[in-house]
């Protein structure tokens, strides 16, 4: 159910986390209705009962309310403190159903670009690159700098060779080690056109449209603990933020 720290806690406890990232990750709009109790029950096989908590929980919470005999919607404020909480976590992890396959193994090289946006003294950083899959199909590619000290964490990690398929982000691997924890994220997106290698690894034309994402993220001492650069194909991926007014 896309749960990797409750494994062992109650199945409706289970199911209401994973309803839970859905609604985060923008799955259900606020208004929509989610599925009903038995398409629930038949997809995690689950009794029905089990879902009937797992909503009680969500309700109880305020980001779903339950209308009889139509069934159970999203609320819109609901959905909206959860992605507007969770949008860290939502970076520093993949939703359900999305893997990671390494392409390039983790090699120290000089990167004079990457250090200065990590703000390092030294040039040299370490750099590990993997494209990502949903439901089998290729939609990013992501080379990930970090820092040495950060980097040390990987070298020779079960999961970091080349092929191998994961449910982490890089910086989900690293942030457990880090002294202190990322709490800041910047990010600038723009469009760009695909090299030759990108495109190699993405399966698309060179040349062919792609929107990249500049993430850079920060501990709660204000330092630099991984520069991220994925490229999109806008085919297969919509980037959707909600703001509010204070």
């Known amino acids: 159910m896309g749960d990797r720290d409750n494994g062992q806690a109650p199945a409706h406890r289970r199911l209401s986390h994973a309803l839970r990232e859905q609604i985060a990750a923008g799955h259900f709009h606020g208004g929509r209705r989610l599925p009903t109790e038995f398409e629930l029950a038949e997809k995690y096989a689950l009794s029905r009962q089990t879902v009937r908590r797992a909503f009680y929980d969500l309700v109880a919470d305020g980001l779903v309310y339950r209308v009889p005999g139509r069934g159970t919607f999203v609320s819109e404020l609901g959905s909206m403190r959860l992605r507007r909480l969770g949008a860290i976590d939502e970076l ?9 396959e390494i392409v390039a193994p983790i090699r120290r090289r000089v990167d004079i670009e990457a250090a200065s946006r990590l703000r390092l003294d030294s040039d040299f950083v370490s750099t590990i690159a993997y494209v990502r899959r949903h439901a089998g199909i290729v939609f990013a590619m992501t080379t990930v700098h970090l820092p040495d ?10 999961g970091t060779e080349p092929g191998a398929v994961g449910v982490h982000t890089i910086i989900g691997l690293v942030e457990p080690h880090l002294e202190f924890p990322v709490v800041e994220l910047v990010q600038s997106i723009t469009v760009t056109r695909a090299a030759e290698e990108i495109a190699h690894h993405l399966d698309c034309p060179i040349g062919h449209p792609l929107l990249r994402a500049d993430r850079v993220y920060a501990d709660s001492e204000s330092r630099a603990v991984e520069l991220a650069v994925s490229y999109y194909l806008p085919e297969h991926y919509t980037y959707r933020i909600t703001m509010g007014r204070s």
């Open 92 to 100: 520093t992890n993949l939703p359900a159903g999305t893997t990671t």
């Open 149 to 158: 000290l950060h980097a040390q964490h990987l070298c020779g990690a079960a």
